[in-house]
């Protein structure tokens, strides 16, 4: 997933799931400043630690919604998400840059389909199926009902 962000090493990017923390490092080894929404308080706050302690400073941590993204800091040149939305959810749309790359999963609890969706000139969407998955579902607003 983090391979088809295109990452060049400037970018802004939103991560919805930090869980452990691992991709968070990646992303902010590869990539520019790093927002990252976690909604377990404890696993937000180990991964902070974790991060903290290996010296990066480009990472920022929020506890919530994460299928809401994380509207402060918007807008973000990549978006990834690690777990999936019952639908391509508005506002992460709304929250990615012109010419910025999402890479989501979307679909029902059985399967989803990887989705790796480009934003255009004119709010205009490419998108692109990359692969079929399976991940837990987005908890809030975009979750399965």
């Known amino acids: 997933m983090t391979y088809w962000l295109d990452l060049t090493g400037e970018e802004k990017i939103l991560e ?3 869980g452990s923390g691992y991709q968070t ?19 937000s706050s180990d991964a902070k630690d974790t991060l903290n302690k290996l010296g990066f400073k480009n990472c920022h941590f929020k506890i919530g919604d994460g299928s809401q993204g994380w509207g ?5 040149e990549r978006i990834i998400c690690t777990s999936a939305a019952s639908e391509l959810p508005e506002d992460l749309v709304n929250q990615l840059a012109i010419n910025g790359i999402m890479i989501i999963p979307i679909g029902p609890s059985t399967v989803q389909k990887l989705y790796k969706i480009k934003k255009r000139e004119n ?8 692969e079929h998955v399976r991940f837990v579902e987005f908890i809030g607003k975009y979750g399965w009902h």
């Open 123 to 130: 709010e205009r969407l490419e998108t692109e199926i990359l």
């Open 16 to 18: 919805i799931g930090t």
């Open 25 to 43: 490092c990646l992303l902010a080894e590869f990539g520019g400043q790093v927002y990252t929404v976690e909604r377990v308080e404890n696993l």
């Open 72 to 76: 402060k800091f918007s807008p973000y």
